[in-house]
């Protein structure tokens, strides 16, 4: 197999926290020795691109915006598809806001004042939020229930790997707010949705079979190439660990103990992973 694009989730697989994780360099390396176009596609939501790539930087990677798309990149196009020109009512990180407004959407805030939130909403956005409460989880349930609001989440990571380890992630603020509206999300972007995958392909203009996807996540790295027949490699640097591997309904191609293990996958000698 030749692969010409790869797509590489980002924490739990190239950094923990704000460091590169052991191997990344190895790992990178062989990709771009191989002339194997790179993506860093992460779930979440609260930087832009720009602000992402200097986060990379910082890890001493090298990425520029246009090779990185996030939960925000998906979510935001989801909107523009389904919701033009509505407003958004947001359980989330003031990073989120930012985005939405800069893609033009007119967004009310949960900890903003409730009666105008009810009466301005169209579409219920939920994400990571650090200052999640009682009160913001009672205002969203108010406001989503008394308008009858379509609920869209970023991303469906309820933990996120953290220098001081797991923390919640957004999947567990919108398991909340759905949980007390009664009704399930209409969407959860991000990793494995198609729009997500399709933004990506496009992207690398890559065909599904020529690309890789490397990630620390079964049900949303493994499972966004597994539906579309890429090749996928879970990394055991993350949130995986062979119990869960053992449980999960989602298998990968190969797995590997780390980025810097990658080169063998590439090359076609790896072994394959048998459940």
């Given amino acids: 197999m030749t692969y010409s694009g790869a797509i590489l989730d980002v924490d739990g697989t190239v950094v923990r926290g704000e460091q590169a994780l052991p191997g990344t360099e190895t790992g990178l390396t062989a990709l771009d020795s191989r002339s194997i176009r790179r993506l860093f596609v992460s779930n979440n939501p609260t930087r832009p691109p720009e602000a992402y790539a200097e986060k990379l930087r910082a890890a001493d990677i090298n990425a520029a915006p246009d090779e ?60 990571i939020d650090r200052s999640f409460d009682y009160d913001t989880l009672a205002a969203a349930t108010r406001t989503i229930r008394g308008r009858d609001l379509p609920i869209v989440g970023t991303d469906p990571d309820a933990v996120i790997p953290a220098a001081e380890g797991n923390v919640p992630g957004s999947g567990a603020m919108i398991a909340a707010v759905a949980g007390t509206a009664e009704r ?17 392909l496009e992207r690398l203009d890559c065909d599904p079979a020529e690309c890789l996807v490397i990630g620390d996540r079964l049900d949303t790295d493994i499972a966004l190439g597994a539906d579309a027949g890429m090749t996928t490699v879970l990394v055991r640097s993350g949130v995986t660990n062979d119990a869960r591997l053992a449980r999960s309904d989602v298998t990968p191609d190969y797995v590997i103990d780390s980025l810097a293990d990658i080169a063998p996958v590439i090359d076609g000698v790896a072994s394959q992973y048998e459940p």
């Fill in 184 to 200: 399930d999300p209409d969407a959860v972007l991000g990793k494995p949705h198609e729009i997500t995958r399709r933004l990506a």
């Fill in 68 to 127: 990185i798309i996030t939960a925000a990149t998906s979510t935001v196009e989801y909107l523009r598809r389904h919701h033009p020109d509505e407003t958004v009512y947001l359980v989330g990180d003031p990073g989120v806001r930012e985005q939405l407004e800069r893609a033009g959407f007119d967004v009310w805030a949960a900890d903003e004042d409730a009666a105008e939130a009810a009466e301005a909403a169209d579409v219920a956005v939920v994400s």
